[in-house]
Protein backbone atom coordinates (compact mmCIF):
# COMPACT_ATOMS: atom_id res chain seq x y z
CA UNK A 1 0.00 0.00 0.00
CA UNK A 2 0.84 3.58 -0.81
CA UNK A 3 2.03 5.81 1.91
CA UNK A 4 -0.30 8.96 2.05
CA UNK A 5 0.84 12.30 1.82
CA UNK A 6 -0.80 15.17 2.97
CA UNK A 7 -2.04 17.59 0.05
CA UNK A 8 -2.59 21.30 -0.32
CA UNK A 9 -6.47 21.09 -1.31
CA UNK A 10 -8.98 22.49 1.27
CA UNK A 11 -12.39 21.88 1.33
CA UNK A 12 -14.49 21.90 4.50
CA UNK A 13 -16.47 18.30 5.26
CA UNK A 14 -19.95 20.79 5.76
CA UNK A 15 -19.39 22.16 1.73
CA UNK A 16 -18.80 18.29 0.92
CA UNK A 17 -22.13 17.30 2.80
CA UNK A 18 -23.89 19.99 0.80
CA UNK A 19 -22.88 19.07 -2.31
CA UNK A 20 -23.43 15.32 -1.76
CA UNK A 21 -27.18 16.17 -0.37
CA UNK A 22 -27.93 17.60 -4.22
CA UNK A 23 -26.60 14.33 -5.63
CA UNK A 24 -28.25 12.00 -3.50
CA UNK A 25 -31.43 14.19 -3.90
CA UNK A 26 -31.06 14.19 -8.02
CA UNK A 27 -31.41 10.09 -7.41
CA UNK A 28 -33.67 9.75 -4.59
CA UNK A 29 -36.75 11.04 -4.37
CA UNK A 30 -37.50 9.41 -0.87
CA UNK A 31 -34.71 12.07 0.48
CA UNK A 32 -36.14 14.98 2.55
CA UNK A 33 -33.73 17.57 4.79
CA UNK A 34 -34.67 19.39 7.68
CA UNK A 35 -32.70 21.96 9.19
CA UNK A 36 -33.04 24.10 12.51
CA UNK A 37 -32.59 28.08 10.76
CA UNK A 38 -28.84 26.99 10.15
CA UNK A 39 -28.81 25.79 6.75
CA UNK A 40 -26.65 28.22 4.90
CA UNK A 41 -23.83 27.08 7.67
CA UNK A 42 -24.63 23.09 7.37
CA UNK A 43 -25.08 23.90 3.59
CA UNK A 44 -28.13 22.20 3.55
CA UNK A 45 -29.46 25.51 2.03
CA UNK A 46 -27.95 24.19 -1.45
CA UNK A 47 -30.64 21.00 -1.28
CA UNK A 48 -33.67 23.53 0.12
CA UNK A 49 -32.71 25.70 -3.12
CA UNK A 50 -33.20 22.87 -5.54
CA UNK A 51 -35.77 20.71 -3.71
CA UNK A 52 -38.10 23.02 -1.88
CA UNK A 53 -40.61 21.00 -1.65
CA UNK A 54 -37.83 18.36 0.22
CA UNK A 55 -36.63 20.79 2.45
CA UNK A 56 -37.81 21.93 5.81
CA UNK A 57 -36.89 24.28 7.66
CA UNK A 58 -38.09 23.93 11.29
CA UNK A 59 -36.43 27.22 13.20
CA UNK A 60 -34.94 27.28 16.26
CA UNK A 61 -36.31 23.85 17.43
CA UNK A 62 -34.55 20.93 17.53
CA UNK A 63 -35.92 18.95 19.36
CA UNK A 64 -39.18 19.33 17.02
CA UNK A 65 -37.00 18.89 13.83
CA UNK A 66 -35.69 15.56 15.30
CA UNK A 67 -39.31 13.69 16.21
CA UNK A 68 -40.69 15.81 12.98
CA UNK A 69 -37.55 13.41 10.81
CA UNK A 70 -38.96 10.26 12.91
CA UNK A 71 -42.39 10.82 11.80
CA UNK A 72 -41.35 11.70 8.21
CA UNK A 73 -38.91 8.02 8.60
CA UNK A 74 -41.93 5.91 9.39
CA UNK A 75 -44.11 7.32 6.02
CA UNK A 76 -40.75 6.02 3.98
CA UNK A 77 -38.72 9.22 4.07
CA UNK A 78 -35.62 9.25 4.26
CA UNK A 79 -34.68 12.66 6.13
CA UNK A 80 -31.34 13.65 6.74
CA UNK A 81 -31.45 16.49 9.66
CA UNK A 82 -28.88 18.76 9.94
CA UNK A 83 -27.36 21.30 12.50
CA UNK A 84 -24.59 21.88 14.97
CA UNK A 85 -23.54 19.26 16.44
CA UNK A 86 -24.10 20.67 19.92
CA UNK A 87 -27.27 20.72 19.34
CA UNK A 88 -28.42 17.55 17.40
CA UNK A 89 -26.17 15.31 20.16
CA UNK A 90 -27.05 17.88 22.70
CA UNK A 91 -30.38 19.66 23.13
CA UNK A 92 -31.62 17.03 20.83
CA UNK A 93 -30.54 13.90 22.78
CA UNK A 94 -33.55 12.03 23.98
CA UNK A 95 -35.56 12.80 21.38
CA UNK A 96 -32.88 10.84 18.97
CA UNK A 97 -32.69 7.95 22.14
CA UNK A 98 -36.58 7.96 22.57
CA UNK A 99 -38.47 8.01 19.30
CA UNK A 100 -35.38 7.96 16.60
CA UNK A 101 -33.68 4.90 17.95
CA UNK A 102 -35.64 2.85 20.58
CA UNK A 103 -38.14 2.96 17.18
CA UNK A 104 -35.35 1.94 14.52
CA UNK A 105 -36.04 4.73 12.40
CA UNK A 106 -34.02 5.42 8.92
CA UNK A 107 -32.95 9.11 10.48
CA UNK A 108 -29.59 10.24 8.93
CA UNK A 109 -28.44 13.13 11.72
CA UNK A 110 -25.59 15.00 10.04
CA UNK A 111 -23.81 17.30 12.70
CA UNK A 112 -21.63 20.26 11.31
CA UNK A 113 -19.42 22.38 13.52
CA UNK A 114 -17.94 19.62 15.67
CA UNK A 115 -14.70 20.00 17.91
CA UNK A 116 -13.27 23.39 19.88
CA UNK A 117 -11.86 23.45 15.34
CA UNK A 118 -15.62 25.93 15.29
CA UNK A 119 -12.81 28.21 16.77
CA UNK A 120 -13.63 31.75 17.65
CA UNK A 121 -17.89 31.25 18.56
CA UNK A 122 -16.32 29.33 21.63
CA UNK A 123 -17.38 27.11 24.07
CA UNK A 124 -21.26 27.31 23.91
CA UNK A 125 -20.86 26.41 19.60
CA UNK A 126 -17.96 23.72 20.33
CA UNK A 127 -19.58 20.27 20.62
CA UNK A 128 -16.95 17.78 21.91
CA UNK A 129 -19.24 15.35 23.61
CA UNK A 130 -21.08 14.18 20.91
CA UNK A 131 -18.89 11.19 20.43
CA UNK A 132 -19.80 9.87 24.13
CA UNK A 133 -23.54 10.72 23.74
CA UNK A 134 -24.24 9.47 20.75
CA UNK A 135 -21.97 6.20 21.12
CA UNK A 136 -23.84 5.44 24.08
CA UNK A 137 -27.60 4.91 22.20
CA UNK A 138 -28.20 1.31 21.41
CA UNK A 139 -28.54 0.52 17.54
CA UNK A 140 -26.93 4.07 16.43
CA UNK A 141 -24.01 4.54 14.03
CA UNK A 142 -21.57 6.99 14.53
CA UNK A 143 -18.71 8.38 11.58
CA UNK A 144 -16.78 11.25 11.93
CA UNK A 145 -14.73 11.19 8.50
CA UNK A 146 -11.65 13.08 7.70
CA UNK A 147 -12.03 15.27 4.81
CA UNK A 148 -14.45 16.23 1.98
CA UNK A 149 -13.57 13.23 -0.70
CA UNK A 150 -14.87 11.03 2.93
CA UNK A 151 -16.93 12.75 3.52
CA UNK A 152 -19.06 12.29 0.18
CA UNK A 153 -18.63 8.71 0.77
CA UNK A 154 -19.90 9.08 4.37
CA UNK A 155 -22.94 10.25 3.82
CA UNK A 156 -23.45 7.82 0.84
CA UNK A 157 -23.16 4.97 2.76
CA UNK A 158 -25.82 6.57 5.52
CA UNK A 159 -28.20 6.76 2.92
CA UNK A 160 -27.81 3.28 1.98
CA UNK A 161 -27.70 1.57 5.47
CA UNK A 162 -31.21 1.12 7.28
CA UNK A 163 -31.34 2.95 10.77
CA UNK A 164 -30.56 5.74 12.46
CA UNK A 165 -26.87 7.61 11.68
CA UNK A 166 -24.99 10.50 13.43
CA UNK A 167 -21.98 11.92 10.87
CA UNK A 168 -20.33 14.50 12.62
CA UNK A 169 -18.23 16.89 10.22
CA UNK A 170 -16.72 20.40 10.64
CA UNK A 171 -16.76 23.98 9.74
CA UNK A 172 -12.86 24.77 8.90
CA UNK A 173 -11.81 23.77 5.36
CA UNK A 174 -9.39 21.07 5.94
CA UNK A 175 -7.15 19.00 3.22
CA UNK A 176 -7.90 16.39 0.97
CA UNK A 177 -6.13 13.26 2.12
CA UNK A 178 -8.00 10.38 1.01
CA UNK A 179 -8.65 9.07 -2.43
CA UNK A 180 -11.64 8.57 -4.33
CA UNK A 181 -10.79 5.14 -5.28
CA UNK A 182 -10.34 4.32 -1.35
CA UNK A 183 -12.59 1.84 -0.12
CA UNK A 184 -15.53 2.83 2.78
CA UNK A 185 -17.86 0.67 4.25
CA UNK A 186 -19.23 1.53 7.65
CA UNK A 187 -17.43 0.31 10.55
CA UNK A 188 -14.16 -0.59 8.06
CA UNK A 189 -11.08 1.49 9.28
CA UNK A 190 -8.96 2.76 6.47
CA UNK A 191 -5.13 2.18 6.83
CA UNK A 192 -3.56 5.61 5.65
CA UNK A 193 -0.26 4.71 6.25
CA UNK A 194 1.77 1.79 7.28
CA UNK A 195 4.68 1.43 10.12
CA UNK A 196 5.93 -1.40 12.74
CA UNK A 197 6.60 0.54 15.70
CA UNK A 198 3.34 2.14 16.99
CA UNK A 199 -0.11 2.90 15.81
CA UNK A 200 -2.09 6.06 15.77
CA UNK A 201 -5.77 5.71 15.68
CA UNK A 202 -7.57 9.08 14.56
CA UNK A 203 -10.88 10.01 13.50
CA UNK A 204 -11.97 13.27 11.89
CA UNK A 205 -9.82 16.16 11.03
CA UNK A 206 -6.94 14.65 13.83
CA UNK A 207 -6.28 12.46 10.86
CA UNK A 208 -4.64 15.10 9.11
CA UNK A 209 -2.41 15.73 12.28
CA UNK A 210 -1.76 11.63 12.96
CA UNK A 211 -0.37 11.89 9.68
CA UNK A 212 2.19 15.38 10.60
CA UNK A 213 2.84 13.03 13.71
CA UNK A 214 4.03 9.99 11.55
CA UNK A 215 6.40 12.36 9.62
CA UNK A 216 7.83 13.38 12.51
CA UNK A 217 8.34 9.78 14.02
CA UNK A 218 9.80 9.00 11.17
CA UNK A 219 12.19 11.68 11.04
CA UNK A 220 13.28 10.59 14.62
CA UNK A 221 13.02 6.80 13.26
CA UNK A 222 10.03 5.33 14.61
CA UNK A 223 7.74 4.14 12.07
CA UNK A 224 4.18 4.90 12.85
CA UNK A 225 0.82 3.22 11.63
CA UNK A 226 -1.92 5.79 10.75
CA UNK A 227 -5.71 4.50 11.32
CA UNK A 228 -8.41 6.64 10.09
CA UNK A 229 -11.46 5.17 12.18
CA UNK A 230 -14.06 6.76 10.26
CA UNK A 231 -16.74 4.93 12.36
CA UNK A 232 -16.51 5.15 15.72
CA UNK A 233 -19.55 2.34 16.23
CA UNK A 234 -19.99 0.07 14.86
CA UNK A 235 -16.10 -0.12 15.87
CA UNK A 236 -13.38 -2.16 13.41
CA UNK A 237 -12.30 -4.22 16.25
CA UNK A 238 -10.09 -6.47 13.84
CA UNK A 239 -8.12 -3.50 12.59
CA UNK A 240 -7.36 -2.11 15.60
CA UNK A 241 -6.70 -5.24 17.40
CA UNK A 242 -4.15 -6.07 14.04
CA UNK A 243 -2.78 -2.52 14.11
CA UNK A 244 -1.89 -2.96 17.97
CA UNK A 245 -0.92 -6.61 17.70
CA UNK A 246 1.40 -5.10 14.66
CA UNK A 247 3.02 -2.11 16.67
CA UNK A 248 2.41 -2.85 20.50
CA UNK A 249 1.86 0.47 21.23
CA UNK A 250 -1.07 2.37 19.94
CA UNK A 251 -2.19 6.30 20.71
CA UNK A 252 -5.57 7.75 19.77
CA UNK A 253 -6.34 11.43 18.60
CA UNK A 254 -9.63 12.79 18.92
CA UNK A 255 -11.43 16.89 19.35
CA UNK A 256 -13.67 15.14 21.75
CA UNK A 257 -13.13 15.27 25.69
CA UNK A 258 -11.58 12.21 26.68
CA UNK A 259 -14.28 10.56 28.51
CA UNK A 260 -16.32 8.43 26.63
CA UNK A 261 -14.97 9.57 23.30
CA UNK A 262 -13.13 7.66 20.58
CA UNK A 263 -9.93 6.29 22.53
CA UNK A 264 -12.18 5.18 25.12
CA UNK A 265 -13.81 2.77 22.47
CA UNK A 266 -10.32 2.27 21.33
CA UNK A 267 -9.34 0.93 24.79
CA UNK A 268 -12.29 -1.20 25.15
CA UNK A 269 -11.42 -3.28 22.08
CA UNK A 270 -7.89 -3.28 23.43
CA UNK A 271 -8.41 -4.31 26.96
CA UNK A 272 -9.97 -7.38 25.75
CA UNK A 273 -8.27 -8.58 22.71
CA UNK A 274 -4.62 -7.04 22.52
CA UNK A 275 -3.47 -5.00 25.90
CA UNK A 276 -0.59 -2.79 24.95
CA UNK A 277 0.75 0.90 26.22
CA UNK A 278 -1.68 3.33 25.21
CA UNK A 279 -1.89 6.96 24.91
CA UNK A 280 -4.89 8.93 24.41
CA UNK A 281 -4.59 12.73 22.95
CA UNK A 282 -8.60 14.70 23.99
CA UNK A 283 -9.78 17.29 25.60
CA UNK A 284 -9.10 16.58 29.44
CA UNK A 285 -12.34 17.93 31.36
CA UNK A 286 -12.20 21.13 29.69
CA UNK A 287 -14.12 23.36 27.97
CA UNK A 288 -13.63 25.15 24.44
CA UNK A 289 -13.15 28.63 24.38
CA UNK A 290 -13.03 31.18 21.83
CA UNK A 291 -9.84 31.60 19.40
CA UNK A 292 -8.16 30.58 16.06
CA UNK A 293 -8.59 26.77 15.53
CA UNK A 294 -4.46 26.76 15.82
CA UNK A 295 -4.06 28.74 18.84
CA UNK A 296 -7.10 26.16 20.09
CA UNK A 297 -5.40 23.24 19.04
CA UNK A 298 -2.29 24.21 21.03
CA UNK A 299 -3.69 24.78 24.01
CA UNK A 300 -6.00 21.60 24.39
CA UNK A 301 -2.80 19.37 23.08
CA UNK A 302 -4.42 18.44 19.87
CA UNK A 303 -1.80 19.24 17.56
CA UNK A 304 0.88 16.77 15.56
CA UNK A 305 3.69 17.82 17.88
CA UNK A 306 1.58 16.44 20.50
CA UNK A 307 0.10 13.17 19.01
CA UNK A 308 4.33 12.50 18.33
CA UNK A 309 5.20 13.25 21.81
CA UNK A 310 2.69 10.61 22.72
CA UNK A 311 3.10 8.01 20.34
CA UNK A 312 6.86 8.08 21.86
CA UNK A 313 5.68 7.86 25.18
CA UNK A 314 3.62 4.26 24.16
CA UNK A 315 6.53 3.57 21.88
CA UNK A 316 8.93 3.88 25.23
CA UNK A 317 6.40 1.95 27.19
CA UNK A 318 6.64 -1.57 25.59
CA UNK B 1 -66.61 3.13 6.47
CA UNK B 2 -69.62 2.32 7.85
CA UNK B 3 -70.34 3.76 11.19
CA UNK B 4 -71.16 1.61 14.46
CA UNK B 5 -74.13 2.97 16.40
CA UNK B 6 -73.28 5.01 19.73
CA UNK B 7 -74.88 1.81 21.65
CA UNK B 8 -72.23 -0.35 20.04
CA UNK B 9 -69.43 2.55 20.49
CA UNK B 10 -70.84 2.32 24.30
CA UNK B 11 -70.58 -1.09 24.63
CA UNK B 12 -66.88 -1.31 23.27
CA UNK B 13 -65.72 1.28 25.62
CA UNK B 14 -67.29 -0.40 28.31
CA UNK B 15 -65.77 -3.80 27.07
CA UNK B 16 -62.12 -2.36 27.10
CA UNK B 17 -62.60 -0.50 30.30
CA UNK B 18 -62.67 -3.62 31.59
CA UNK B 19 -59.64 -4.93 29.82
CA UNK B 20 -57.87 -2.01 31.35
CA UNK B 21 -58.76 -3.02 34.78
CA UNK B 22 -57.97 -6.62 34.38
CA UNK B 23 -55.03 -5.97 32.74
CA UNK B 24 -53.47 -3.63 35.55
CA UNK B 25 -54.72 -5.69 37.87
CA UNK B 26 -52.88 -8.79 36.31
CA UNK B 27 -49.80 -6.61 36.00
CA UNK B 28 -49.92 -4.98 39.15
CA UNK B 29 -48.42 -1.70 38.00
CA UNK B 30 -49.13 0.65 34.87
CA UNK B 31 -51.29 3.82 34.56
CA UNK B 32 -55.35 3.31 35.14
CA UNK B 33 -56.02 7.12 35.78
CA UNK B 34 -55.29 8.14 32.12
CA UNK B 35 -56.20 5.18 30.58
CA UNK B 36 -59.76 5.36 31.51
CA UNK B 37 -59.89 9.13 30.76
CA UNK B 38 -58.77 8.55 27.17
CA UNK B 39 -60.30 5.15 26.13
CA UNK B 40 -63.98 6.46 24.95
CA UNK B 41 -61.91 9.32 22.46
CA UNK B 42 -59.88 6.22 21.06
CA UNK B 43 -62.54 3.52 20.56
CA UNK B 44 -64.92 6.24 18.82
CA UNK B 45 -61.88 6.98 16.21
CA UNK B 46 -60.92 3.34 15.88
CA UNK B 47 -63.92 2.66 15.51
CA UNK B 48 -65.84 5.17 14.24
CA UNK B 49 -63.20 7.24 11.90
CA UNK B 50 -59.83 5.99 11.47
CA UNK B 51 -59.00 4.32 8.03
CA UNK B 52 -56.91 1.26 9.65
CA UNK B 53 -56.70 -2.38 8.63
CA UNK B 54 -56.16 -4.40 11.43
CA UNK B 55 -54.85 -7.22 9.08
CA UNK B 56 -52.31 -5.13 7.40
CA UNK B 57 -50.78 -2.73 10.17
CA UNK B 58 -48.78 -1.52 7.36
CA UNK B 59 -51.06 -0.74 5.10
CA UNK B 60 -49.70 2.96 2.92
CA UNK B 61 -52.80 4.71 2.87
CA UNK B 62 -54.08 3.81 6.78
CA UNK B 63 -55.03 6.82 9.05
CA UNK B 64 -52.17 7.19 11.70
CA UNK B 65 -52.87 7.31 15.23
CA UNK B 66 -50.00 8.62 17.64
CA UNK B 67 -50.36 8.19 21.36
CA UNK B 68 -47.80 10.75 22.56
CA UNK B 69 -49.07 10.27 26.24
CA UNK B 70 -47.84 6.63 25.65
CA UNK B 71 -48.37 5.82 29.37
CA UNK B 72 -52.01 5.51 28.79
CA UNK B 73 -51.60 2.20 26.02
CA UNK B 74 -53.75 -0.14 28.01
CA UNK B 75 -56.38 1.85 26.25
CA UNK B 76 -54.45 1.57 23.27
CA UNK B 77 -53.53 -2.23 23.83
CA UNK B 78 -57.14 -3.01 24.70
CA UNK B 79 -58.31 -1.31 21.07
CA UNK B 80 -56.20 -2.76 19.05
CA UNK B 81 -56.72 -5.97 20.41
CA UNK B 82 -60.62 -6.19 19.94
CA UNK B 83 -59.94 -4.42 16.07
CA UNK B 84 -58.09 -7.55 15.70
CA UNK B 85 -54.29 -6.50 15.68
CA UNK B 86 -53.45 -9.26 18.27
CA UNK B 87 -55.45 -11.43 20.38
CA UNK B 88 -57.55 -10.36 22.93
CA UNK B 89 -55.88 -13.12 25.46
CA UNK B 90 -52.32 -11.44 24.78
CA UNK B 91 -53.45 -8.21 27.52
CA UNK B 92 -52.82 -10.98 30.31
CA UNK B 93 -48.96 -10.58 29.24
CA UNK B 94 -49.27 -6.61 29.80
CA UNK B 95 -45.63 -5.15 31.21
CA UNK B 96 -44.25 -8.76 32.17
CA UNK B 97 -40.80 -9.95 30.99
CA UNK B 98 -40.50 -10.89 27.02
CA UNK B 99 -44.39 -9.65 26.63
CA UNK B 100 -45.33 -7.16 23.09
CA UNK B 101 -46.84 -5.26 25.62
CA UNK B 102 -44.47 -3.11 27.41
CA UNK B 103 -45.41 -0.62 29.91
CA UNK B 104 -45.06 2.03 27.10
CA UNK B 105 -45.34 1.94 23.69
CA UNK B 106 -42.87 -0.08 21.36
CA UNK B 107 -43.69 -0.16 17.81
CA UNK B 108 -41.11 -2.93 17.61
CA UNK B 109 -43.34 -5.28 19.49
CA UNK B 110 -46.81 -4.56 19.17
CA UNK B 111 -49.10 -4.80 16.22
CA UNK B 112 -50.92 -1.16 15.56
CA UNK B 113 -48.31 1.21 17.52
CA UNK B 114 -47.20 3.59 15.18
CA UNK B 115 -44.28 5.02 17.23
CA UNK B 116 -42.41 4.32 20.39
CA UNK B 117 -43.79 6.37 22.92
CA UNK B 118 -43.39 7.38 26.95
CA UNK B 119 -41.43 10.12 26.75
CA UNK B 120 -44.04 13.32 27.04
CA UNK B 121 -43.88 15.64 24.60
CA UNK B 122 -42.60 14.26 21.32
CA UNK B 123 -45.58 12.20 19.52
CA UNK B 124 -47.09 15.53 18.21
CA UNK B 125 -43.91 16.10 16.74
CA UNK B 126 -43.61 13.09 15.51
CA UNK B 127 -47.33 13.59 13.79
CA UNK B 128 -45.87 16.37 12.16
CA UNK B 129 -43.53 14.54 10.10
CA UNK B 130 -46.29 11.88 9.31
CA UNK B 131 -48.52 15.19 7.83
CA UNK B 132 -45.94 16.22 6.19
CA UNK B 133 -45.28 13.03 4.74
CA UNK B 134 -48.38 12.82 3.26
CA UNK B 135 -48.40 16.14 2.28
CA UNK B 136 -45.33 15.60 0.04
CA UNK B 137 -47.10 12.37 -1.08
CA UNK B 138 -50.48 13.88 -2.13
CA UNK B 139 -51.70 11.14 -0.24
CA UNK B 140 -55.12 11.69 1.95
CA UNK B 141 -54.16 9.77 5.18
CA UNK B 142 -54.96 11.97 8.10
CA UNK B 143 -52.73 12.12 11.56
CA UNK B 144 -54.42 12.12 14.81
CA UNK B 145 -52.16 12.40 17.93
CA UNK B 146 -53.19 11.63 21.60
CA UNK B 147 -51.70 14.38 24.23
CA UNK B 148 -52.40 14.70 27.66
CA UNK B 149 -53.32 17.88 29.43
CA UNK B 150 -50.07 17.60 31.39
CA UNK B 151 -47.99 16.27 28.82
CA UNK B 152 -48.46 20.09 27.12
CA UNK B 153 -46.39 21.50 29.63
CA UNK B 154 -43.42 20.07 27.98
CA UNK B 155 -42.01 23.06 25.61
CA UNK B 156 -41.53 20.76 22.46
CA UNK B 157 -45.22 20.80 22.33
CA UNK B 158 -45.30 23.89 20.87
CA UNK B 159 -42.55 24.00 19.11
CA UNK B 160 -44.74 21.33 17.11
CA UNK B 161 -47.29 23.45 17.18
CA UNK B 162 -46.11 26.25 15.77
CA UNK B 163 -44.53 24.01 13.10
CA UNK B 164 -47.76 22.56 12.23
CA UNK B 165 -49.84 25.66 11.96
CA UNK B 166 -46.56 27.19 9.65
CA UNK B 167 -46.32 24.16 7.66
CA UNK B 168 -50.67 24.19 7.39
CA UNK B 169 -50.78 20.71 8.32
CA UNK B 170 -54.90 20.32 7.87
CA UNK B 171 -54.49 16.14 7.88
CA UNK B 172 -52.76 16.61 11.39
CA UNK B 173 -55.61 16.44 14.44
CA UNK B 174 -54.48 16.85 18.44
CA UNK B 175 -56.36 15.09 20.65
CA UNK B 176 -56.23 16.20 24.28
CA UNK B 177 -57.04 13.99 27.02
CA UNK B 178 -58.07 17.48 29.61
CA UNK B 179 -58.49 14.94 32.15
CA UNK B 180 -57.44 18.22 34.48
CA UNK B 181 -54.79 16.05 36.83
CA UNK B 182 -51.19 14.72 36.40
CA UNK B 183 -49.35 12.66 39.00
CA UNK B 184 -48.25 15.42 41.21
CA UNK B 185 -51.62 16.70 41.12
CA UNK B 186 -54.14 19.55 39.65
CA UNK B 187 -52.75 21.05 36.05
CA UNK B 188 -53.39 23.76 37.69
CA UNK B 189 -51.25 23.55 41.17
CA UNK B 190 -48.24 21.58 39.61
CA UNK B 191 -47.82 23.80 36.21
CA UNK B 192 -50.89 25.37 34.93
CA UNK B 193 -51.08 25.38 30.46
CA UNK B 194 -54.54 27.37 31.18
CA UNK B 195 -56.28 28.77 29.60
CA UNK B 196 -55.70 25.67 26.53
CA UNK B 197 -57.73 26.86 23.76
CA UNK B 198 -56.57 30.27 23.93
CA UNK B 199 -52.93 28.95 23.56
CA UNK B 200 -53.80 26.87 20.55
CA UNK B 201 -55.86 29.22 18.38
CA UNK B 202 -52.94 32.06 19.30
CA UNK B 203 -50.12 29.35 17.93
CA UNK B 204 -52.78 29.13 14.61
CA UNK B 205 -54.57 25.81 15.30
CA UNK B 206 -58.38 25.36 14.73
CA UNK B 207 -59.51 24.69 18.19
CA UNK B 208 -63.02 22.30 18.91
CA UNK B 209 -63.50 21.86 22.82
CA UNK B 210 -66.11 18.92 23.49
CA UNK B 211 -67.03 16.29 26.21
CA UNK B 212 -64.35 13.72 25.83
CA UNK B 213 -66.73 11.06 27.32
CA UNK B 214 -70.02 11.65 24.88
CA UNK B 215 -69.42 9.18 22.11
CA UNK B 216 -71.84 11.36 19.55
CA UNK B 217 -70.01 14.83 20.67
CA UNK B 218 -66.51 13.18 19.73
CA UNK B 219 -67.07 11.53 16.12
CA UNK B 220 -68.77 14.93 15.21
CA UNK B 221 -65.57 16.28 16.64
CA UNK B 222 -63.42 14.27 14.09
CA UNK B 223 -65.78 15.00 11.34
CA UNK B 224 -65.91 18.52 11.96
CA UNK B 225 -61.82 18.71 11.99
CA UNK B 226 -61.70 16.76 8.61
CA UNK B 227 -63.66 19.30 7.19
CA UNK B 228 -61.38 22.35 8.32
CA UNK B 229 -59.06 23.42 5.84
CA UNK B 230 -55.17 25.29 6.11
CA UNK B 231 -54.78 24.91 9.57
CA UNK B 232 -54.37 22.04 12.17
CA UNK B 233 -57.31 20.65 14.54
CA UNK B 234 -57.20 20.81 18.55
CA UNK B 235 -59.70 18.95 19.77
CA UNK B 236 -59.94 19.46 23.05
CA UNK B 237 -61.88 16.99 25.15
CA UNK B 238 -62.89 17.42 28.86
CA UNK B 239 -62.48 13.84 30.36
CA UNK B 240 -62.20 12.67 33.72
CA UNK B 241 -59.53 10.71 35.10
CA UNK B 242 -60.56 6.82 36.12
CA UNK B 243 -63.83 7.75 34.56
CA UNK B 244 -66.27 4.86 35.00
CA UNK B 245 -64.64 3.64 38.18
CA UNK B 246 -66.44 5.40 40.87
CA UNK B 247 -63.01 5.22 43.59
CA UNK B 248 -60.88 6.23 40.91
CA UNK B 249 -62.26 9.14 39.38
CA UNK B 250 -61.07 12.82 39.92
CA UNK B 251 -57.89 11.66 42.08
CA UNK B 252 -54.47 11.99 40.76
CA UNK B 253 -53.39 9.04 42.69
CA UNK B 254 -54.79 6.42 40.01
CA UNK B 255 -52.54 8.23 37.85
CA UNK B 256 -50.06 5.27 37.98
CA UNK B 257 -50.90 2.50 40.42
CA UNK B 258 -52.57 -0.67 39.14
CA UNK B 259 -56.23 -1.77 40.89
CA UNK B 260 -54.96 -4.85 43.92
CA UNK B 261 -57.47 -7.92 43.86
CA UNK B 262 -60.25 -6.42 45.50
CA UNK B 263 -60.20 -3.36 43.69
CA UNK B 264 -60.03 -4.93 40.49
CA UNK B 265 -62.58 -7.12 41.35
CA UNK B 266 -64.89 -3.68 42.69
CA UNK B 267 -64.28 -2.09 39.54
CA UNK B 268 -65.09 -5.18 37.21
CA UNK B 269 -68.45 -5.12 38.95
CA UNK B 270 -68.83 -1.15 38.13
CA UNK B 271 -68.36 -1.98 34.71
CA UNK B 272 -70.40 -5.16 34.11
Redesign the interface.
Known amino acids: MPVKTTTTKMVSTREAYGETLLELGNAHEEI?VLDADLSKSTTTAKFGKKFP??F?N??I?E???????????????V?FVSTFSIFASGRAW??VR??VC???LNVKIVATHGGVAVGADGCSHQCIEDFALMRAIPTMTVMAPCDAVETKKAVTAAYHHKGPVYIRLGRAAVPILTEEQDSFSIGKALIMREGGDVAIIACEIMVAEALKAAEMLSAKGVEASVVNLHTLKPIDRETITMVAKETGAVVTAEQHVLDGGMGSAVAMVLAKESPVPMEMIGIDNRFGQSGEPATLFKEYRLTADDIAAAALNAYNRK | MKRPSIELLEDKAKQTRRHIIRMLGKAGSGHPGGSLSAIDLIVALYYGKLRHDPQNPAWPDRDRFVLSKGHSCPALYAVLAETGYFPVSELDTLRQFGTRLQGHPDCHLTPGIEISSGSLGQGLSVGLGMALAAKIDKKDYRVYVMLGDGEIEEGQIWEAAMAASHYGLDNLCAIIDNNGLQIDGPINQVMSPLPIPDKWLAFGWNVIQINGHDMKKILQAYDEAETLKGKPTVIIAKTIKGKGVSFMEGDADWHGKAPNKEQTEAALVELA
Open positions: VNRFMGAANMMNTAAGLATCGKPEQNTHSG
